[in-house]
C-alpha cells in the first residue's frame, strides 16, 4: 500500500491528540513530522504533549517534532482555550514524560525542507492556526507548487462559527495566516465545522472500545477515554451534548486518508480580517460568477457514522 507523507500541525489539544494518535496507528499514513503551534495552548505545551503522545504510541524518537509559532502573524495572542481542553491541554491526564526533544529546526523551515525532500508528495494536515505555513510561505512562496495537498481544520462556510457567530478557532486564531495560506494558491481542502460539527463521538463507543480492543492499544484507549471525558464536560455546559462531541481534527486527518468519506464543493473563499463581528469568517463567494476569493475545496457533507467508526477501528 502507497502511504501519504504527512506533516500534522497541531495546537495539541484533545482532539488533535487523538487525530495524532489516529494518524501513527493508520496503515495508510506516514507520519514524517509533527509540528506545533499556539492556539488550544502555549506552543511549549503542545509540543510537550506532542512528545509524550508520540511515546504513549510506541513512537518514541522515530518522529521529528519541530516547534513553531507561539503568536499569530500579525496581532496579539487572544488567550487559550483552557476551558475546552484544559489546562495541560490532554483534560487533565498525565503522561509520563518522553526522552524526545524537539528538533532544532523550526516549523515553518522544517515544512519548507521536507517539502524539498518529499519532491511533491508532502501533504500537509493543520489542526490549528496556519500560522507555521503561513510563516513558511513568506519565506518562500514557491512552497504552494511543492505540497501535495493541504487539509485545514477550520472554518465555517455554511454553518455557525464557534468562537463568534461567524468564526471558527483555527481561523478566528490567525485570520492573516489563514488567508495567506488560502491566496497562495496550494491545494486545499476545508474540514470546517460544516462537516465536524456532524462527525460525532459518543462516550457509548469508547465504553465498547474499551471491552473490544488489542491489548497493545489499551493504553492509547484508556487516555482517550481519559481526555474524552473532559472534552464531553465542555461539550455538555456549552452545547448541551449529553456524552458526545465533534470529531474536529480527527475528521480532518481522516479526510486526507479516505477522502471518499466526505462531498467537497469547489469555493471562492477569501478570510475576513477586519471588522468587528466577522474578523476570522471564511466568506465565499457563490455567485454564478464569483469574483472574490480563491478556489478551494469545502467539505459540504459526510458520512459521519462511518467515519466515527473508522477513526475507532485504528484502536480496535
Ligand atoms: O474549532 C475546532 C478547532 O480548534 C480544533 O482544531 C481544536 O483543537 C481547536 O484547535
Ligand atoms: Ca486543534
Known sequence: MTQRKIIIDADTGIDDAFAILYG???????????????????????T??????LKLAGRENEIPV????????????????????????????ELPL??????E??????????ADELNGELVLVTLGRLTNVALALRKDPRLAGKIKHLYVMGGAVQAPGNVTPVAEANIWGDPEAAELVVRSGMPITLVGLDVTMK??????????????????????VDFIDGMMRFYFGFYREFNGFRDYAPMHDPLALLIALEPGIVRTQTMHLSVECTGELCVGMTVAD????PRVGTPVQVCVEV???????LLLAAFD
Not at 518522553?98 to 528538533?103: E, F, G, K, N, V
Not at 529546526?105 to 521536507?114: N, S, T
Not at 465498547?208 to 492509547?220: A, F, V, Y
Request: proline share 3%; glycine share 8%.
Open 24 to 46: 501513527l496507528k493508520s496503515e495508510k499514513a506516514d507520519i514524517v513530522g509533527i509540528t506545533t503551534v499556539f492556539g488550544n495552548i502555549s506552543v511549549e505545551l503542545a
Open 48 to 53: 510537550e504533549n506532542t512528545l509524550r503522545i
Open 66 to 93: 519541530s516547534r513553531g509559532a507561539s503568536k499569530p502573524i500579525s496581532r496579539e495572542l487572544q488567550g487559550y482555550s483552557t476551558h475546552v481542553h484544559g489546562q495541560n491541554g490532554i483534560g487533565e491526564v
Open 98 to 103: 518522553s526522552s524526545q526533544r524537539p528538533i
Open 105 to 114: 529546526e523550526a516549523a515553518d523551515d522544517f515544512i519548507l525542507r521536507m
Open 199 to 220: 462527525t460525532l463521538l459518543h462516550q457509548s463507543q469508547l465504553d465498547s472500545l474499551k471491552r473490544t480492543c488489542k491489548p497493545e492499544n489499551r493504553g492509547i
Open 286 to 289: 457563490l455567485r454564478r460568477k
Open 303 to 309: 458520512q459521519a457514522a462511518q467515519a466515527v467508526e
